[in-house]
T-cell receptor, first 113, second 113 residues
């Protein structure tokens, strides 16, 4: 079994500041993948970033970076220079041996001007 | 955008009636999933498929069945809808590799009255 935990139901951040969204995971699988998705108020699921369990470097995609600490089983999402359009729900997810993604309960981020 | 469509997008049905939701993909991806999204729970896996006629249960499969007779179509059936199945349903597809992101459909809002 595997589990994703997101302990921050809601977060506020000022525009142009950086914010970290927490994600911890639990799995017995030696090989796995970690994902972050964004869900704006319109409802669609948008892929942001991926980290493989054997990747040596933290993944980055533009303003998004994934702070991967394998020993601590954490995969935090860092958004630099927040923008008003970043206001959304953010989900951390993990891939399993049979490829089904397991999701956390999400963090609602609100960016304030 | 990945070619994945869900139908219908919205549906209101009465308790006890059967309901079928359809997911259609044009990407020839092997894996297809059905999730439901409820407030405070993130996305929970209902059923998934790893090939034609190959399906397996997820964490919330009770009351649901699926079928996949063609690569491109994955059907979710509520045999006898209940009010607890009022939710937003997402279909997702992914390729073979572990680091392949899952693409999501736009979701189906189902209300059981």
């Amino acid at each position: 079994a595997q589990k994703i935990t997101q302990t921050q139901p809601g977060m506020f951040v000022q525009e142009k500041e950086a914010v970290t969204l927490d994600c911890t995971y639990d799995t017995s699988d030696p090989s796995y993948g970690l994902f972050w998705y964004k869900q704006p108020s319109s409802g669609e699921m948008i892929f942001l970033i991926y980290q493989g369990s054997y990747d040596q470097q933290n993944a980055t995609e533009g303003r998004y970076s994934l702070n991967f600490q394998k020993a601590r089983k954490s995969a935090n999402l860092v958004i630099s220079a927040s923008q008003l359009g970043d206001s959304a729900m953010y989900f951390c997810a993990m891939s399993s041996p049979r490829r089904a993604l397991t999701f956390g309960s999400g963090t609602r981020l609100q960016v304030q001007p | 955008d990945a070619g994945i469509t869900q139908s219908p997008r919205h549906k209101v049905t009465e308790t006890g009636t059967p309901v079928t939701l359809r997911c259609h993909q044009t990407e020839n991806h092997r894996y297809m999933y059905w999730y439901r999204q409820d407030p405070g729970h993130g996305l929970r896996l209902i059923h998934y498929s790893y090939g034609v006629k190959d399906t397996d249960k997820g964490e919330v499969s009770d009351g649901y069945s699926v079928s996949r007779s063609k690569t491109e179509d994955f059907l979710l059936t509520l045999e006898s809808a209940t009010s607890s199945q009022t939710s937003v349903y997402f279909c997702a597809i992914s390729g073979y590799d572990r680091d392949t992101e899952a693409f999501f459909g736009q979701g189906t809002r189902l209300t059981v009255v």
